[in-house]
């Protein structure tokens, strides 16, 4: 290992060099390289099937990798996994809630699962009541909530221990775009406070908000960079054009 690969990872929140995931003879993600830096909204896109939800499972510990180097806030993911763990939030495509529990027993749950005391859960509640404005809320059970409200519950409950990176493995499914805008809004704030925020989707237009893009395909990092630059890079006006022109090629 040379003197660079021990040095950089510490500088970023994520470092993979040729990260490789394999079942089988199937190849979900092949030598993956790429960086995240602390604070940064980072997006990987690609259709379903494009490696983006293992990427994500291999960072947070799910699934360990068949090969490569990965470090998470500068953690090495094979053998310091549990820390790992401890640093990060992560929001499932199904949001992962207790639908019979109301919105603060789900904070008061998760919060205790993260080792927070009744003070501190008691602080965040506050927090997520007065940040997302679930004033009057907190006593709604999750099962009569609307998805919109699902999907704010749900990343509450990721930030709740306050973790220096959130995972948000297509947040946006199924919710109608002003949702999705305004489920945005709370990402953005989020990372102006510092948090890193990797979040996988399948909207194009989404990726648009994101500072930087990976954009995968059958398990291959086929483009990184900003959306304007890439856009600038391949001579095409929208992200979707971007998207098709970059697969295809």
């Known amino acids: 290992m040379d003197i660079a690969t021990t040095i950089e990872p510490q500088k970023y929140a994520i470092y ?3 990260l490789v995931k394999k079942f ?3 190849i979900a993600d092949d030598n993956l390289n790429f960086e995240v830096h602390p604070g940064e909204i980072f997006g990987l896109l690609g259709a379903n ?21 990965l470090k998470v806030n500068g953690y090495d993911i094979y053998s310091e996994s549990e820390i790992i763990r401890k640093s990060i939030g992560y929001m499932s495509q199904k949001f992962s809630l207790y639908e019979e529990l109301t919105i603060y027993e789900n904070i008061r749950f998760f919060g205790g699962i993260y080792g927070l005391n009744l003070k501190s859960i008691k602080s965040r509640a506050e927090w997520a009541e007065h940040t997302f404005s679930l004033s009057g809320f907190m006593d709604k059970r999750v099962s009569n909530l609307p998805l919109g409200w699902k999907q704010k519950v749900a990343f509450v409950v990721a930030s709740i221990h306050n973790p220096a990176i959130i995972f948000l493995d ?14 945005w809004d709370n990402i953005y704030q989020a990372s102006i406070n510092g948090t890193t925020i990797i979040v996988t989707t399948h909207y194009m237009d989404e990726a648009e908000y994101c500072q930087r893009i990976c954009i995968m395909d059958q398990g291959i990092i086929k483009a990184i960079g900003k959306p304007n ?3 600038n890079k391949f001579l095409v006006n929208t992200m979707n054009e971007l998207f098709i022109k970059i697969v295809r090629n």
């Open 24 to 26: 089988g003879n199937f």
């Open 229 to 231: 630059e890439l856009k």
């Open 49 to 69: 099937g494009a490696g983006k939800t293992t990427a994500i499972k291999m960072m947070t510990g799910l699934l360990k990798p068949t090969s490569g180097i």
């Open 16 to 18: 993979a060099r040729k």
């Open 170 to 183: 297509e947040p946006t499914g199924g919710v109608d775009p002003s949702v999705r805008r305004n489920f």
